[in-house]
């Protein structure tokens, strides 16, 4: 009998495919209808007090004005054909890139329909975040990588690192879950370094000024869920947990997961898109507090939101140490070791 995490590992080339080829369903019409209109909407009524803040910086950065730019300049060159657009028509572009990467992401990970209907995509689309784009890098870096397609998996991880701070132990996640050969990641990485250097090749300021910029314009952190703002360093324990517990490797990588958000010293809630990709029933309904954080307490009041990842890690961390229970068993689309079942259809990934 073959071991359940190898099957698991083995058919998730297999189930992806899958998944991906399937029609679209009422709900995820829904979803898809509702997310549209909404960035319709922003673009339409696009004046001097209603616009995309991040957005905005995003295509200043592209004149080489990088105050308030953090990420990796692999996106400059795009937003400097963006800043040639009317705002309004720059939104919607940018919006619907963030639609449609989010929409295959969450189709390549098996996400719940309730992430459609978030704060979290309102929020993503209203401020012209990247979010829903770097859903896609991951999911690229990961269908490259089950397939040995270096070349591909090093764009998705460059994509992915726009966001370094999140995007690389993400990354080291799902690589850590591939199980590919050494060759594979060395390659990888060969076309990630080169595609960057590349880029900071063609903005060098972006890099000699970092600091000086990072110390006179710091990013807003105040809505921050992550721990290390309470107890820095401390806040690693929760990486620590799943090496000091006798768990098996599934599982472990389920937690490692799950605590990035809250041990890395910023993460702001809006990246937590990037997780509801990830099947995790209607716990992402639970951002929808937005509304209401934000109402009463601001920015400062989105930390509770903290509690998202929190008490997932929690679950996951008493649950039983079966992988049939397991976020990254359940991602590969698989119910049981042998099917994968929806109302549809059956999928036999053995046959």
């Not at 099957?7 to 189930?15: A, C, E, P, S, Y």
């Not at 905005?56 to 080489?64: D, G, P, S």
């Not at 929760?238 to 041990?263: E, H, Y």
């Amino acid at each position: 009998m073959r071991d359940p995490e190898h099957t698991t590992i083995h058919t998730l080339t297999q189930t992806i495919t899958w998944k991906i080829s399937q029609k679209i369903r009422l709900a995820e019409w829904v979803g898809l209808i509702l997310a549209f209109t909404i960035l319709i909407v922003f673009a339409l009524y696009q004046s001097e007090t209603v616009y995309p803040v991040d957005l905005v910086n995003y295509l200043n950065a592209a004149r080489h004005t990088f105050q308030g730019y953090y990420y990796l300049p692999t996106w400059l060159p795009l937003f400097g054909l963006l800043a040639r657009l009317p705002l309004s028509a720059a939104w919607f572009i940018w919006g619907t890139l963030n639609i449609l990467g989010f929409w295959f992401a969450w189709r390549v990970f098996g996400g719940s329909t309730w992430a459609w209907f978030t704060a979290t995509l309102f929020f993503v689309l209203f401020y012209g975040q990247i979010t829903g784009i770097l859903a896609t890098g991951v999911a690229i870096f990961w269908m490259a990588l089950r397939r040995d397609h270096w070349l591909l998996a090093g764009i998705g991880a460059c994509i992915a690192l726009t966001k370094y701070q999140w995007g690389f132990p993400l990354l080291v996640i799902l690589g850590w879950l591939a199980q590919r050969p050494k060759r594979t990641y060395f390659l990888t990485t060969c076309v990630t370094f080169v595609i960057i250097g590349v880029c900071l090749g063609l903005y060098p300021e972006w890099l000699t000024t970092f600091l000086t910029r990072y110390n006179l314009y710091p990013p807003n952190d105040q809505a921050s869920i992550s721990l290390w703002r309470y107890v820095g360093p401390a806040s690693l324990i929760l990486w620590g947990i799943p090496f000091l517990l006798p768990f098996d490797r599934i599982k472990r990588l389920n937690l490692l997961f799950l605590a990035t958000p809250l041990v890395i010293p910023y993460f702001q809630p809006h990246d937590l898109l990037v997780w509801f990709a990830f099947p995790l029933g209607m716990w992402p309904v639970l951002s929808n507090l937005t509304f209401v954080l934000l109402s009463y307490w601001g920015l400062s009041g989105l930390r509770w939101l903290a509690l998202f990842p929190l008490l997932l890690y929690i679950y996951h961390l008493v649950s039983p140490s079966s992988s049939t229970s397991l976020l990254f068993f359940n991602f590969a689309g698989l119910a049981t070791p042998r099917m994968f079942v929806n109302r549809d259809r059956t999928f036999d990934v053995e046959a």
